[in-house]
């Protein structure tokens, strides 16, 4: 049976709420550098459709947006960059639910992973790449991690980075800490009533039997690259060092990045993560490794 609709929504307002919030957070996110090569971007609304990779980069990216994120706002810095340095970029909306309509990452984890996984095939099938570098961030860089263990991905997948991700699961309160910082969400729905409306609410903590099956077995697997980038001012995912990934054999291929040992004093919290100069920084060395 369907939940009924949320009375008072107005997603257009909440989304407009999202996109600001980073910026609120850590001023703009964007460097000159970003600015300009997203003035010379052809069309940031667009994917890269119909364009073989690079042959310096012969993996095609895929963008992973986290809870309640979306493909666009939440990578306007990260693509143009990409772009500029060759790589072919790829974004998708994941987790819609019915009775939360256009916002984003709210539906069961496991249908949401399901959809990356058939996202990443339709990529992989128009590039005729043989693999994809998965880049996400919150829910956006666990999302991965159970296409690769549960939806044969793991042959189809050469890197995965990710941004501030909730790999080992998130607390109530960090939850929480997400929606107060998002009033246009706020304003028709508080935290509680999405633990009641949202299974990926409950699904991300990190004593919910699906961090407990996600996490069963080690963290990686072999023949993938990890990357995390986190900080220690996270107030979504706590504690902040519960992002890091073990590997699970002496031979894979685990880079554990914390921003304030790259840039001491670096205060980005959460949000602000997919903006932060530092942060597309090492997005951009990793990917030209």
Not at 37 to 45: F, G, I, N, S, T
Request: with cysteine.
């Amino acid at each position: 049976m369907s939940l009924p609709p949320v009375p008072g929504v107005n997603a257009d307002d909440a989304r407009t709420e999202i996109t600001r919030a980073p910026e609120r957070a850590h001023g703009t996110g964007e460097s000159f550098g970003h600015r300009f090569a997203a003035a010379l971007d052809r069309d940031p609304d667009e994917d890269d459709w119909g364009r073989p990779p690079d042959e310096r980069h012969p993996h095609p990216v895929v963008l992973v947006h986290g809870t309640l994120g979306d493909k666009g706002s939440v990578w306007r810095t990260l693509v143009p960059a990409l772009r500029a340095a060759g790589h072919r970029v790829f974004r998708l909306n994941y987790g819609e639910m019915p009775t939360l309509r256009r916002l984003f990452g709210l539906g069961d984890i496991p249908a949401s992973a399901r959809e990356l996984a058939d996202f990443v095939d339709r990529v992989l099938d128009d590039t005729k790449a043989k693999k994809a570098v998965l880049v996400g961030h919150s829910q956006g860089g666990m999302l991965p991690h159970h296409c690769l263990k549960f939806l044969d991905c793991a042959p189809k997948v050469h890197h995965v980075v990710g941004i501030a991700p909730s790999n080992h699961g998130v607390t109530v309160e960090g939850l929480t800490a997400l929606v107060r910082q998002l009033p246009g969400v706020r304003q028709f729905v508080e935290a509680e009533a999405l633990f009641r409306l949202s299974p990926a609410f409950t699904q991300l903590l990190h004593d919910s039997d699906f961090v407990r099956e996600l996490t069963a077995g080690g963290d990686t697997l072999p023949g993938i690259r990890y990357t995390v980038l986190w900080s220690t001012h996270d107030e979504v995912v706590q504690p902040p060092a519960s992002q890091r990934l073990t590997p699970s054999a002496p031979d894979h291929r685990v880079e554990n990045l914390c921003l304030q040992e790259l840039d001491p004093g670096n205060r980005t919290t959460h949000l602000a993560m997919p903006y932060d100069p530092v942060v597309l920084r090492e997005v951009l060395r990793v990917l030209d490794d």
